[in-house]
C-alpha cells in the first residue's frame, strides 16, 4: 500500500499541467484610419507565454514578464485597461478564451487620434518554455 501511494505523489497532476503553458496565436490584424475609414487587413501572429498559478505572461522574446489582468475557466485577460495617462489611447485588451481557443485585441484611441487596432484569431497551446532569467541590476 505504501508503494502506491509513492507512485502516484510522483505522477504530476493535470491541473499543474494546465497552469503552465505557451500559446501559439494566429489570425487577422485590422488597422482603421479613423480619418478616411480605410482599413489595412494583415497576419497577426503572437506568442505568450503563461504561467496562471503564479499570474504572470510575457510576449515573443519575453521581454518583460507581466501580471495577467485576470483568469477563469473561459478566458484569460492579459490587459484591459482605460488607458488613464496615455494621451494617445482610450482602451486596451488582450484576451483569449479557454473554451474555443480565440484571442481579441484591441487598441482604442482616444477621440482626435487617427488609427485603431483590431486582432482576432485562434491560438493552440503548446509546452510552457519558461520565463527567461533575469539579471536584476539592483
Known amino acids: 500500500m505504501k508503494w ?5 505523489a510522483a505522477v504530476p497532476t493535470v491541473g499543474h499541467a494546465a497552469d503552465q503553458f505557451d500559446l501559439v496565436c494566429v489570425g487577422t490584424q485590422e ?11 494583415s497576419e497577426d501572429r503572437r506568442t505568450y507565454r503563461v504561467d496562471l498559478k503564479a499570474g504572470k505572461y510575457c510576449e515573443e522574446d519575453c521581454g518583460y514578464v507581466r501580471d ?16 488613464e495617462g496615455n494621451p ?20 482604442f ?17 503548446k509546452p510552457f518554455s519558461g520565463f527567461p532569467k533575469v539579471n536584476q541590476k539592483f
Not at 488597422?31 to 487587413?41: E, F, G, R, V
Not at 486596451?92 to 474555443?100: A, L
Request: with cysteine; proline share 3%.
Open 31 to 41: 488597422m482603421t484610419n479613423l480619418s478616411t475609414l480605410s482599413i489595412d487587413k
Open 68 to 83: 495577467i489582468h485576470s483568469s477563469a475557466d473561459d478566458h484569460i485577460t492579459f490587459i484591459e485597461k482605460n488607458a
Open 4 to 8: 502506491i501511494a509513492i507512485m502516484l
Open 88 to 107: 494617445l489611447l482610450e482602451k486596451s485588451i488582450e484576451q483569449v478564451n479557454r473554451k474555443d481557443g480565440s484571442y481579441y485585441v484591441g487598441y
Open 109 to 125: 484611441p482616444r477621440k482626435g487620434e487617427l488609427g485603431m487596432l483590431v486582432s482576432k484569431g485562434t491560438c493552440e497551446p
